[in-house]
Nanobody
Framework: QVQLVESGGGLVQAGGSLRLSCAAS????????MGWFRQAPWLERELVGA????????NYADSVKGRFTISRDNAKNTVYLQMNSLTPEETAVYYC?????????????????WGQGTQVTVSS
């Protein structure tokens, strides 16, 4: 069992940056692949970035490559998403998720545990 709590969302101007954090509880965190997903109204949930349990493998949506960075600190049971050069189109609820496998999969269906989400709003 893994419980996830996201933080760090908010309002930012276009071109700005935000850093999301996801604190996990449960002893299995270090063995889970972790992902950040986002969902805007009337759109499907989509991968932003995912990371393997030890942090050596990452997987990003093409639209965020070079601007977003996912990282994790297993000693702190926390995964991060650094977001730079944000655009208004990236306004969404951002979710942290944990998979029971080790592969940083892009499919949201492969993730078992989910946080409640944090709102990110990018103004133009």
């Amino acid at each position: 069992q893994v419980q996830l709590v996201e933080s760090g969302g908010g309002l930012v101007q276009a071109g700005g940056s935000l850093r999301l954090s996801c604190a996990a509880s449960g002893r299995t965190f270090s063995s889970c692949a972790m992902g950040w997903f986002r969902q805007a109204p009337w759109l499907e949930r989509e991968l932003v970035g995912a990371i393997s349990p030890e942090g050596s493998i990452t997987n990003y949506a093409d639209s965020v490559k070079g601007r977003f960075t996912i990282s994790r600190d297993n000693a702190k049971n926390t995964v991060y998403l650094q977001m730079n050069s944000l655009t208004p189109e990236e306004t969404a609820v951002y979710y942290c998720a944990a998979a029971m496998g080790i592969f940083p999969d892009s499919r949201w269906s492969q993730y078992t545990y989910w946080g409640q989400g944090t709102q990110v709003t990018v103004s133009s």
